[in-house]
């Protein structure tokens, strides 16, 4: 399983696994966006994957394993 980096949060990169299954909207196959914007709840640094049409496909916490 290799890694990318898939976006920052405050500056520090975030990488994620290059699967691809993840990261694609199971409606229309397309490439989902990532997104950042719901890990501001406190609870801890969250990606979500974004179909620009479909809305949010999946969600991928990082650091999981790091907890
Ligand atoms: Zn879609």
């Known amino acids: 399983m290799d890694l990318e980096e898939i976006g920052d949060v405050d500056g520090v990169p975030v990488c994620g696994s290059t699967d691809d299954d993840y990261r694609v909207?199971?409606?229309?196959?397309?490439?989902?966006e990532p997104d950042t914007a719901l890990s501001a709840d406190g609870t801890?640094?969250?990606i979500a994957f974004v179909c620009p049409k479909h809305g949010v496909q999946s969600i991928l916490d990082?650091?999981?394993a790091l907890r």
């Open 25 to 32: 909207c199971s409606v229309c196959g397309g490439d989902c």
């Open 44 to 46: 801890g640094v969250r």
């Open 62 to 64: 990082p650091f999981a």
